[in-house]
């Protein structure tokens, strides 16, 4: 077992990989892909493409191909919700910040991928890609927390070559916006949407919040997703084929 440790957009993030060898350029790799979307996308860096971008002294015809790559994406998600998931910001300034962590991380995980390594779990700050095997036909572990504490779990996943990501509103309060009335979502405390690519399941997460009740079967009849959430009153939503990916529970 090797884990690896950075810090990235602000957030801790871990590669844990169980296979034999020296992988240590394999992480490596995957980590800069991450600190380069930070490059890219950050809204905190005056002079990441995103920055320069809203201070126009870029437009959409001379931003990178990343950056064009990550908008396409985001406006596909923007058309089908209706604009609840929005690529700008209530003061109209463009924020990608509920795409690019997940897009990201799953850009690393194909790098590991691409390094010969099958079986890792890769943790951008909560939202994971699960690849192979915690150990020989043993599926990684993912707990989804409670809103109400974090030494609480909500649900334990067991992933194999899955992703899930949470969007929720216990740690940095109502950030998550309805990109059509540009007010604070109402409705849930937690979102976690289970997916085969991390960039999608982190949208989903931010727009099922952000759409509310509705959320979640609007998007598992649309994507091959999974739906777990919890209400500000304490009700639990499923949609999708939530049982497929249960952990068993310990006897």
């Known amino acids: ?57 870029l437009t959409l015809e001379t931003v990178g191909g990343l950056f064009t790559e990550v908008h396409e994406l985001a406006s596909r998600f923007e058309a089908v919700s209706g604009g609840v998931f929005a690529l700008h910001s209530a003061s109209g300034e463009w924020d990608l910040n509920g795409i ?9 995980a194909q790098r590991l991928r691409e390094f010969g390594v099958e079986n890792f779990c890769l943790n951008a ?22 809103p109400e504490s974090p030494r609480q779990m909500m649900a334990v996943l067991a992933l194999r070559d899955m992703a899930v990501a949470t969007s929720a509103a216990y740690e940095r309060g109502e950030h998550i916006l309805d990109g059509r009335t540009g007010r604070p979502a109402r409705g849930f405390s937690s979102v976690s949407v289970i997916s085969a690519n991390l960039t999608t399941a982190d949208v989903l997460a931010t727009t099922v919040f952000a759409m509310g009740l509705d959320g979640p079967r609007w998007a598992a009849e649309r994507y091959d997703c999974s739906i777990l959430a919890q209400t500000e009153d304490g009700n639990f939503i499923d949609a999708g084929d939530l049982r497929r990916w249960l952990a068993p529970a310990k006897s």
């Open 1 to 57: 077992m090797m884990r690896f440790l950075d810090t990235v957009m602000g957030i801790p993030m871990s590669i844990d990989i169980r296979e034999a060898g020296d992988r240590q350029a394999a992480a490596s790799e995957a980590f800069a892909i991450m600190h380069e979307a930070d490059a890219i996308f950050s809204p905190f860096r005056p002079d990441s493409e995103l920055s320069r971008l809203n201070r126009a002294e």
């Open 100 to 108: 690019v962590k997940g897009w990201a991380a799953q850009r690393a």
């Open 125 to 146: 700050g909560g939202d994971v890609v699960a690849a192979g095997n915690i150990e020989p036909g043993k599926a990684w572990n993912a707990g989804l927390r409670s």
